[in-house]
């Protein structure tokens, strides 16, 4: 395929209000904004890309508004008129902008789908992709009571998710992920921290530990590494990195200290596809286990995080629920689909979902777009 060139440029603010409001330690969500990215060549072919940042800096540093202020004063003007071959040319051009991984992520991910569909090729394929389906999973917040929290479990149980996702904070972690795994011994169960605790937590995590979870994740901060070692040293529940793993090279510090035995793999967090594929490919070489994360994506973001899925270190359920577990209406023409806690990863070009012009355009905040 000849090289790329990026002519047009396009963002826009999209808001969609969450079926269900989300809680977590810090907020709770009642809506969500993300960034779409429209990437136009000389052709007139178009790849889409999201950027899912949290609006409030919680989650990480950047924000709607951070990643709106990157994406037009410093990514576009990157990527307008630049001439490439493969995707991974851009993702190295777009290097350039330190930190910045949401950001850079909406847009590493339209390139992959701009090249995909020109050049004929699904983008799990082209990733490298070998799965025809992947098995998914659901995350849950904080909810008012346990009861509810057992309301929500089953509601999932009944559309056929079998791995289930907890989100803990001090003083809501051990009681009600016990219920949980009393009331529904069957599926697999995870507890998510979100860096919510510290060593001086330890009770805590010896109490987890006799749950049978499949993991636990994320327990302490994010550079708090050595403190995830001595954990994992303690207890035999698999620690499960996220927020601490940005870079190749946070990877590699975790493995060699021992902080790290099964890893979230976020599209978003580590600033796109191309490096998302690099990390689980050094995560498979050393026999770590990998699983896709989520950040509530619209169903472009959705998209490829179920191409990214089909890998083969993917070995343990991801979360890509359904589009129907968040929206009464998405972003592409058809949602994303989950049946039996499975979604089928599409054969055709790109994407492999659309994107539904007239509904983003009806849900659009605030758009911009530059010429090259």
Known sequence: MSAIRVDRVELRRVRLPLIHRFRTSSHAKRELEHILVALTDADGAVGWGEIASPSGPFYSAETVASCWAVARDHLTPLVLGREWEHPAELAGAMARVRGNHFARAGFDM?????????????????????????????????????????????????????????????????????????????????????????????????????????????????????DHAVLQGLIGTPVCLDESVEEPDDLITALRLGAVRILNVKVSRMGGLTPAVRVHDLARAEGVPVWCGGMHEFGIGRAANVALSALPGFTLPSDVSGSAKYYRRDVTTTPVTCVNGVVVVPSEPGLGWHPDIGFIASRTLQAESAQG
């Open 110 to 226: 339209a390139a992959w789908a701009l090249w995909t569909a020109k050049g004929g090729v699904p983008l799990a394929a082209a990733l490298g992709g070998t799965r025809p389906s992947v098995e998914a999973g659901v995350s849950l917040g904080i909810e008012a009571s346990v009861d509810e929290l057992v309301e929500q479990v089953a509601a999932r149980v009944a559309e056929g998710y079998r791995r289930v996702k907890l989100k803990i904070a001090p003083g809501w972690d051990v009681a009600p992920t016990r219920t949980v795994k009393a009331v529904f011994p069957e599926i697999s169960v995870h507890v998510d921290a979100n860096g919510a605790y510290s060593l001086d937590d330890l009770g805590v995590f010896r109490e987890l530990d006799g749950l049978g979870l499949t993991m636990i994740e994320q327990p302490f901060a994010p550079r708090a590494l050595v």
